[in-house]
């Protein structure tokens, strides 16, 4: 079968591919795009990738990733930093900073506990949390994992782990408004705003 296109494009079209949402067909569409606005749109994705690939971080403080450590959340002066808010994944704290709402810290566990995975409090960010509080003036945690078995098993661990501290906070839950099953990065602005001003206490 002949070839329509190079070596160099299918490897383009290739590693499209492997991003989330873009099958073989969507990026062969994405790939031919880029190449049609080569000079507007193709250089200057290809010069931000090569950037950001050099200077990208993983925040030591709160596991957020960004150009620099600290991230922009941890020295954000603006920031409620008497509130930590707990999320799975990156793509939660930028999915709950998106709407604007929570104006406090974050903190990144990187994934949930999952016995069936092998996934243990060892592999999770949690010391560095429990250090956090303890050397902080942190007056509530809130607690906003996914709304599945994994994610609200995490979070009545943490709840104990936090208490066992026996510090003065409240730890509290996103509200009942994220759907079982549901995913935060997943959800919209509004429905993201209600949970967390909804939010209850879990301990």
């Given at each position: ?25 969507s ?15 193709m ?35 603006r ?125």
């Amino acid at each position: 079968m002949p070839r329509s296109h190079g070596s160099d494009i299918d490897t383009l079209i290739q590693l499209l591919a492997k991003l989330p949402g873009l099958g073989p067909r969507s990026a062969r569409r994405a790939v031919l795009q880029l190449l049609k606005k080569k000079d507007s749109v193709m250089v200057p994705l290809a010069n931000a990738l090569d950037d950001v690939a050099d200077r990208v971080r993983i925040c030591a403080t709160c596991g957020n990733i960004d150009t620099s450590d600290p991230c922009h959340v941890c020295i954000d002066n603006r920031r409620d930093r008497t509130t930590i808010c707990v999320v799975e994944d990156v793509a939660d704290l930028w999915a709950l900073d998106r709407s604007e709402t929570f104006k406090g810290l974050y903190h990144v566990l990187g994934g949930t506990l999952s016995a069936l995975d092998g996934v243990g409090p060892d592999e999770l960010n949690i010391a560095p949390l429990i250090a956090r509080v303890e050397r902080g003036d942190v007056q509530e945690v809130i607690l906003a994992l996914n709304a599945t078995v994994d994610g609200q098993t995490t979070s009545h661990y943490l709840a104990e782990r936090l208490a066992d501290t026996g510090l003065d906070m409240r730890i509290t839950a996103l509200a009942h408004g994220v759907p079982v099953g549901g995913e935060l990065d997943y959800l919209d602005d509004g429905t993201l705003a209600a949970a967390l001003k909804a939010r209850g206490s879990v301990a």
